[in-house]
T-cell receptor
Framework: NAGVTQTPKFQVLKTGQSMTLQCAQD?????MSWYRQDPGMGLRLIHY???????DQGEVPNGYNVSRSTTEDFPLRLLSAAPSQTSVYFC?????????????FGPGTRLTVL | GQQVMQIPQYQHVQEGEDFTTYCNSS?????IQWYKQRPGGHPVFLIQ?????EVKKQKRLTFQFGEAKKNSSLHITATQTTDVGTYFC??????????FGQGTILTVHP
């Protein structure tokens, strides 16, 4: 199993550009989530999904969209990139709800917005 | 909303010294999870504690969950250079929410 995969690993955007961060898992996990990691802030939840077709907002959802058309994929879309979105983005999945089950993290996407 | 505070933010130790990081929640937790992130890497699950007052050990690592299920600690005995990284606690609630602490960055000087 590849586990949780993320692409790209690095990305540089200009302010106002849009892009999609890809996330896929091959463990048949129902729960998937996106976090951003900033120095001194820990991991903050952006959006999450409890299954295909179901998504919900986390702690810091503004400026991001998600969809979950399949169990395996959970892409994160930046609609109009801003310098404040410079961060490291991690996708994670777990067998059941995020609060009670081990989270498996992808390798991360390091995003810089100029 | 639920807050999980973790201290200290940074810890520098000499190899062989002990290390402890503390985690406190503003609400009662159903469980506490601990993760380790190596420099440049991604968080990796270490352990989950569920029971009040629970203590678990993994070699030189000792994890505790408070009696009130609102605090937890991770203690490393005799640190090694391989212990460097950021240690995160994450508090889980019965309705499925997981909130991460800010993390403690551990540096070990040989």
């Amino acid at each position: 199993n590849a586990g949780v995969t993320q692409t790209p690993k690095f990305q540089v955007l200009k302010t106002g550009q849009s892009m999609t961060l890809q996330c896929a898992q091959d463990m048949n996990h129902e729960y998937m989530s996106w976090y951003r990691q900033d120095p001194g802030m820990g991991l903050r939840l952006i959006h999450y999904s409890v299954g295909a077709g179901i998504t919900d907002q986390g702690e810091v959802p503004n400026g991001y969209n998600v969809s979950r058309s399949t169990t395996e994929d959970f892409p994160l879309r930046l609609l109009s990139a801003a310098p404040s979105q410079t961060s490291v983005y991690f996708c994670a999945s777990s067998y059941s709800t995020g609060g009670t089950d081990t989270q498996y993290f992808g390798p991360g996407t390091r995003l810089t917005v100029l | 909303g639920q807050q999980v505070m973790q201290i200290p933010q940074y810890q520098h130790v000499q190899e062989g010294e002990d290390f402890t990081t503390y985690c406190n929640s503003s609400t009662t937790l159903s469980n506490i999870q601990w993760y380790k992130q190596r420099p440049g890497g991604h968080p990796v699950f270490l352990i989950q504690l569920v029971k009040s007052g629970e203590v678990k050990k993994q070699k030189r690592l000792t994890f505790q969950f408070g009696e009130a299920k609102k605090n937890s600690s991770l203690h490393i005995t005799a640190t090694q250079t391989t212990d460097v990284g950021t240690y995160f606690c994450a508090g889980g609630t019965s309705y499925g929410k997981l909130t991460f602490g800010q993390g403690t960055i551990l540096t070990v000087h040989p």
